[in-house]
Nanobody, 115 residues
Framework: QVQLVESGGGLVQPGGSLRLSCAAS????????MGWYRQAPGKQRELVAQ???????TYADSVKGRFTISRDDAKNTLYLQMNSLKPEDTALYYC?????????WGQGTQVTVSS
């Protein structure tokens, strides 16, 4: 059974930083497009950042210059470094692994940005 387990969320003040991790098991991690998504209360889930098997990255406009996605294929782990956090970054952050038609999601980790 494929598992994606996110960690690293928490409560942080505006301007602070967090680093999210997503540990994957039982998949050939290096084959997958890996992504971070988020969903705030009352809003649709949205793409935050994505990294392909060739390490090409894509970011939502709202996080460009503040967030950095990376992957360590040797550790089967995906990361999201989040700097200069804003209250509007508050959401449940999900990890996704996609190698169509295989499509897996984690359970999410909560990020709350508040003073």
């Amino acid at each position: 059974q494929v598992q994606l387990v996110e960690s690293g969320g928490g409560l942080v003040q505006p301007g602070g930083s967090l680093r999210l991790s997503c540990a994957a098991s039982t998949i050939i991690f290096s084959r997958y497009i890996m992504g971070w998504y988020r969903q705030a209360p009352g809003k649709q889930r949205e793409l935050v950042a994505q990294i392909t098997r060739y390490y090409s990255t894509t970011y939502a406009d709202s996080v460009k210059g503040r967030f950095t996605i990376s992957r360590d294929d040797a550790k089967n782990t995906l990361y999201l470094q989040m700097n200069s956090l804003k209250p509007e970054d508050t959401a449940l952050y999900y990890c996704r692994a996609l190698d169509s038609p295989r499509d897996y999601w984690g359970q999410g980790t909560q990020v709350t940005v508040s003073s």
